[in-house]
């Protein structure tokens, strides 16, 4: 896969920048026939979207997005869909001052060291910005998914700054997790983990966390060994999102710790005549291809980078200097996360989906 | 990438079964001009080998390599290098039982779902085997960025079954690692680990661990964003090998727990003129590129799912039955896993050094 | 390479339909440093444009280029850049007739048979509206191509309806090309195929045309066997083309009716130290690589498929029909054909002259 | 595509030299459940092995082809198929002599610049040898599309060194093809070509020809618009074949010279209730996408580069030097390339084919 583009047969490329013109995508390959609008793509869009709740930047912007091909009379022609969102409230001249310095955990030098060149109003092309594009792309990937194929996916804050909710994946609904402003389905936890980030933005710090993410209805056979395994492509999909440091599948890390005798899945038969595993240990994917079982995992973000603390620095110069940042920035951003690790979810099962059909013609 | 390929400019492309004729694999793209021959590779295939201690498998392979195409007067041609291990200790009659069985916790049955046959000799394409083909691949790749860039990739034990030791990644080394069974730096955790994996394999169990990697040397841009970003295709090498379940780059999940003000890495100016983090809790890469610090990341390995413990299954034909493995099988694959790791990171990198010098002209 | 993407490290993809909002394409891969603004797409597409001169469709459209993200400060950034014309003077309406008839020697009856829908306004995506972002894209390629590299693309006409033009490849420029609304370096032999273009329009009739082009200024070493070898992906651009039927490199058909030791081209050193061929009928390629001497190809085109004629054909419904066109089109393709031809070769090289850098490193 | 990868779901990766240790191919992504042997390859390896008949080279491969996985009890698994053959008559000192000197339109001076090392060996991976691995794999494509589609692809000798055959693509059949050694269905005009081959050879000289095609029953659909198109496809496999210099489907370059009354093709209703072209100048293909009319097709290739004159040409140091063949070679490649343009035929329909499948989930 090259550089922006991200699937084999439903393929998505993005493009645009933090501050400049617009941030869009184009999606190649999806099948035709399929009812698409705006109204589809706006909902996830706006639960990315800045400014939309006490814990999330203020920038202000409406993320408002057009279709400019590959629609016609209401569906899909299986033409390439332009996705495109113009930026309003860029406000390039807030990141004047950071024109000659690297900022502290961010992409700044390694941008610059790579190209040669950096757009540096907020971040140019690192900028979370370009989640925007996505979010649209999976939405269409979403419910295509959705309506033939009956998936559905739901992801949810399990963690905040070490502040950690007990999830059922087995009966966790999107209900749940748009229940509060921090996407944890658990009313209680959520308002600590609230709580902690209020305060810490306050303090002009930030957090990390956690996201973690249930598929139901996947069906036996996605995931294409030995290179493309189901839990390879995901884990590719997810690292890829800005500020993501690990992800896991099933029993992850915990289950490196345990016996064989303890972590298998006994297989029994199910309801639908298919062998299903009577537990999940395995996070829905054997040998790399898909049970029938609920794809389970999670993923770490990081503690936004961005914080109003003093921190030593260098300049393009090569000067020791010192930072404190001063713009609109998330102090922490799984609540945002969220629908940003639905949508590559959903950009994963649609391409194995695709490729399992290529496969048996 | 397609299902058996890995890399965009130097592909390597496995084949092969556990039980079949052979496993190897082509090799695309390696650059014209590398001297090379089978005592290049034999090394580390020698370290993945089944039969090479008391903890692992006793399957006996030589796992003798064979260059038959690429290479010319001792060195690479830049043409496919095709790379192939004759299988001589097959055994598919020790299978056939399983012909008619799904094993709990392998693939088994999602290859049949998927592909309608299913090679049950020993797995098939599903074994372990095949990473004989990365080893061999990776291999190659490894020698291309020691000798043209002085990258040195030490991947090493870090848990086993629970059991954890504390690796500085600054300073482990090769011999480090190679001076015992184990393949753990820590020479007395390294004793406590064997123990355990000798009494779980005489209880006919098996146990889980974690290989974590450092690689130093790595010059600063290495990484395409947006997609192909460092954590993403290490995500996507390393979730592809056989029983993985997690991956963690710099401070990974436990980073998400922690303040940016904590987290967050100063730069200052290095020795060689260039700016470097401070510290290290991005494990080597911002924004997705390569920042010249060393890369730090740690992969999760679930127990082995063939024990000698019955359990209970279910049949081709949908009854139930009970099954306990008689076979020969490693306890715990985390010391033959080490090479894996390694070769894998090797093909990243490699990879990633030809993307970006492509860019350049 | 998928459906609507061409290239593998500079990679462009083409979006949009004939009437629909816009059309356009997205470039990655486009090295970073390099001055660009839409003054240097401009030009090209004004001699793509429709209504340029009366031998060419009637249609009013400035195709007017923006360029959104990927450029900063005046310079390719590296990342993506979107390019977007709009469509202005879209009249759908014109073709409601033919949303229930198949035009002969159209793509509607395909399209809607592959696709099992059909923007039928204008040909939808079969258009060669497509071609627009063609050209803007291959503009970037070629002003890369010529600062960096010193190369120099020239197509032209060559013959048009059996009218034909004895080019010599070694001396034609742009500015003979541009001589003519026809783009036929041989003026007199100009005059003659538009005397033909008018009559066939005056008759509702059309005619086709062979365009050939000259690429100077190749360096050695282009091309990657065994099956991206320069003829193979030159073959591959050009026949891309909305109409093209034929490709030949060098001598192409006639050489297959020569002997060896008439078609062999000698070697002899070249002023720069280089061996170089004496003669040319190989075109600049052997064994699918530049040699270092002119690349030599041409393409042949169909008769336009809309003409005034009354055809017979068949409805959605199964019904004969007859069919008149009467809309706005080329009656003879080949005149703005000479700067698609241009861009196809421009991508084509640009993208394997990053491919040998990435070779090298 | 990368080098040496040829296809997007069915893969054929392709590797060896001319007198290396083997030559072959790993096909990935084959559908899985074929019926499949080396019986099923090997009449196909045999039309195209040299030393066939008295007009072809006499160098003695019995090119024996061997699977070694992805077959499993007598059928595909859908992994990868590993197919090679053996190198035995391999005289590399016959070669000695051209180590330090360029042959005259050979590959030799263009892969020594590109690569800066050389396989001097009878051409190394320049030779034609390697189609022995193109023709094992469009083998397996070639049962699998008529197994599983009912197509039908026949290629044929039209022109040898300018003697012409006029074929009827409706009616020519494999049987008229095999029965001469010249592979020209038509017997009279066979034996003229075959005569004129035979006094070329005498004199030491050598000629080209035209390969024509003819593929019935493709379904409607085939082809991957805009850059993908079915002639796109055809020419680029095709040109990647040695020493074409030309492709054209349907009316091609004749067609250019035609009006569009006298070029477009009517549509009529077929007997199967689908619309079809009542003529045939479009070649089988509109808009790039399959019509259900035959595909035609030519393919124009060059003289045999190899002949006994004396050749003005210079050596690896710079010296002017003068070069006469004494090799084994054909003096004109057309009967052995027809298997050769049926294998790069079948290798872009299967892999079409399973694209449009992988649409329409």
Redesign the interface.
Known sequence: ??????G??F?V?????SH?????A?V??C???LALSTADLQPDLDRRRPGQSEITTQRREEDVI?????V??G????????L?AHNRDARPEDYEHLKDV?R????D???E???????W?GG???SAR?TLARVAAGAIARKLLRE?LGIEIVAYVE?V??VRAAVDTATVSAGDVEANMMRCPDAQVAAEMIALVKR?RAEG??????VGCVVRGVP??L???????L??????????I?A??????????A???????????????GAD???R??TN???G???????GADLTF?V????????A?A????TRD?E?TTLAAAGRHDPCVVPRAVPIVEAMTALVLVDL?????????
């Not at 921190?311 to 260098?314: A, C, I, N, R």
């Open positions: 896969m090259p550089a922006n583009t991200f084999e047969i393929r490329t993005t493009f645009g920048e400049g013109g617009a941030v869009g184009v190649d390959g099948p035709p026939g057009h279709i400019l091909s590959g016609f009379e569906q899909t022609t299986g033409t390439p869909i332009l495109v690297y502290p955990s961010h992409a030098f390694t941008y060291a790579k190209y040669g060149v950096r757009d109003r140019g092309r690192s370009e033939r963690a700054g070490g810490l710090d930030s957090c990390g966390g956690v036996v056979g995931g294409e060994p030995v290179f493309d395994k839990p390879a492509l995901l884990g590719h999909a997810l690292l890829s800005n993501v440091k690990g992800f896991e599948i099933g029993s992850g890390f289950g490196s710790a345990m016996r064989g005798s303890d972590h298998n899945d006994a297989f029994e038969m005549g298919l062998p595993p009577v240990r395995a996070g994917s054997l040998g790399g291809i898909s049970s999670r770490a973000f990081k503690p936004t980078a961005t914080i603390h921190q030593q620095t260098v090569g020791a989906h695709l490729r399992q059909a290529g496969r048996q013609a």
